[in-house]
Nanobody, 121 residues
């Protein structure tokens, strides 16, 4: 059973940076992808970035391309999302997930509980 736990969220001023972490237990890092998503009340979950579990291939949504960077450390069983140049519209609950590769939430099987990011103007 895969279990995911996010951390690193918080409050930051616009233009600032945060790094989110996601510790994955029971995950082998051998197949599929890991991804970061976000969601605000009343909106669908938005795929932000994904990374191949075994290799390093990454994909980004246009909304975060050039500002966010996804990475992983297999030795630490941890997925990261480095977020720079944050904007108020980046405020959301952020989730990590594992599953097939892509930015659609329906491709992912296991989800963390989420970590809140709030960006003030």
């Amino acid at each position: 059973q895969v279990q995911l736990q996010e951390s690193g969220g918080g409050w930051v001023q616009a233009g600032g940076s945060l790094r989110l972490s996601c510790v994955a237990s029971g995950y082998t890092f051998t197949t599929g992808c890991m991804g970061w998503f976000r969601q605000t009340p009343g909106k669908e979950r938005e795929g932000l970035a994904s990374i191949h579990s075994r290799g390093g291939f990454t994909a980004y949504a246009d909304s975060v391309k050039g500002r966010f960077t996804i990475s992983k450390d297999k030795a630490k069983s941890t997925l990261y999302l480095e977020m720079n140049a944050l904007k108020p519209e980046d405020s959301a609950m952020y989730y990590c997930a594992t599953g097939a590769c892509g930015l659609e939430a329906t491709l992912y099987d296991y989800w963390g509980q989420g970590t809140q990011v709030t960006v003030s103007s």
